[in-house]
């Protein structure tokens, strides 16, 4: 069983330590730091989640998670995020266009060439091992680069009957012009 208490925790912040978060909010360069000490600044100062979500755009649920954080873990939690940012690149633009030289000259003479090819030259050109082909279809794409296939026949070739009968009615006659 739960007990409800814990279920329904309530993590109060008090007025000192809203005073406290509202003076290392001065220091502060991050702006995303700086917006989630201003929620957990204004729920010490007696605001709702609902109230702190009005004024800061964040949910209230979001405000709740940032109290409970504030308060098991202290300030320097919600200001160092620990998140590296979403650029994950292994390569320049210039080194990119480098890489995919080589495959766009040998399709340019005529050459098929497959992603397995591209993403096996990547991983032992970066130094990476992927077990997808997303990077490569990323880059690809990101490069103006598109999927083309040998078709197996023309689409509006016509069929085996018609170009029989079409034998048929162009056959010359005996009679000369």
């Known amino acids: 069983m739960y007990n409800i208490a814990e279920v329904m ?3 109060r912040i008090s007025g000192a330590s809203a ?3 509202r003076q290392r909010m001065k220091k502060v360069e991050d702006v995303k730091a700086y917006r989630r000490l201003e929620a957990v600044a204004l ?3 007696g605001k709702k989640n609902d109230e702190v979500s009005a004024l800061t755009g964040f949910h ?29 690149r292994n390569a320049s633009e210039d080194e990119e266009q480098e890489f995919l030289a080589q ?4 399709g340019e003479n005529g050459q098929i ?12 050109r970066f130094a990476k091992e992927h077990q997808s082909k997303s990077t490569v279809y990323y880059l690809l794409h990101k ?4 999927r083309i296939m040998p078709r197996s026949k023309h ?8 170009i029989e009968s079409s034998k048929k009615l162009n056959k010359p006659s005996g009679a000369r012009w």
């Open 143 to 146: 490069n103006g680069w598109r």
């Open 9 to 11: 925790k309530v993590y």
């Open 103 to 106: 495959f766009k000259e040998a």
């Open 60 to 88: 209230p649920d979001w405000v709740g998670k940032l109290a409970r954080e504030y308060c098991e873990y202290g300030m320097e939690y919600l200001i160092e995020d620990g998140r590296n940012g979403g650029n994950h």
């Open 113 to 124: 060439i497959t992603v397995e090819e591209i993403a096996a030259a990547y991983d032992e």
């Open 155 to 162: 689409p509006d070739k016509a069929s085996d009957e018609e």
């Open 43 to 45: 729920r010490g100062e």
């Open 19 to 21: 005073k406290e978060i």
